[in-house]
């Protein structure tokens, strides 16, 4: 019995180790990704976004399957758009203040901007076929 609890409270205290060692590296992570979020939100806020072009801000996570599937349509879709829509990426995990300002609340998420405004979202991954009627339909 005495075995049972040594090694329980050895499992806790290593628990608890890790749950400071985690909040105090969460801390760390929040101070460096405040100041990334800064640039970010400077790219994101340039002058272009207040210009009669449409941007287009693709939130991702490096961990997300489906943020990693949507590169090469976002890839095709840059060469085909780039002149009428300016692409810009943000990593919700590098600028979780933008994500939050924008209301991210699953990744992918694509948020088209018009002067600053939002015009269109659209969430979750999508084909090649689907993301084009959905630009043309914007572009229109």
Same mark, same amino acid.
């Given at each position: 019995?005495k ?5 329980? #409270? /050895? ?7 890790? #749950? ?5 590296n969460?801390?760390?992570a ?7 979020s800064?640039? /970010? ?14 941007v ?7 961990? #997300?399957?489906? #943020?990693?599937a ?34 991210v609340?699953?990744?992918?998420t ?7 405004? %939002?015009i269109?979202?659209?969430?979750g991954?999508?084909?090649a076929? %689907?993301?084009t ?8």
């Amino acid at each position: 019995m005495k075995a049972i609890r040594f090694i329980m #409270c /050895a499992a806790l205290g290593t628990l608890l180790m890790m #749950c400071a060692n985690s909040c105090a590296n969460k801390h760390t992570a929040k101070e460096t990704a405040s100041s990334k979020s800064s640039e /970010a939100e400077k790219v994101v806020k340039s002058p272009s976004t207040t210009s009669e072009k449409l941007v287009l801000i693709d939130f991702y996570a490096t961990w #997300c399957g489906p #943020c990693k599937a949507m590169t090469p349509v976002m890839e095709q879709l840059e060469k085909k758009y780039g002149d009428k829509i300016e692409f810009k990426k943000v990593d919700i995990d590098e600028n979780p203040e933008l994500a939050e300002k924008y209301r991210v609340e699953a990744v992918p998420t694509f948020v088209f901007l018009l002067a600053d405004d %939002e015009i269109k979202r659209v969430v979750g991954y999508h084909d090649a076929s %689907e993301m084009t009627t959905i630009f043309d339909g914007i572009l229109k």
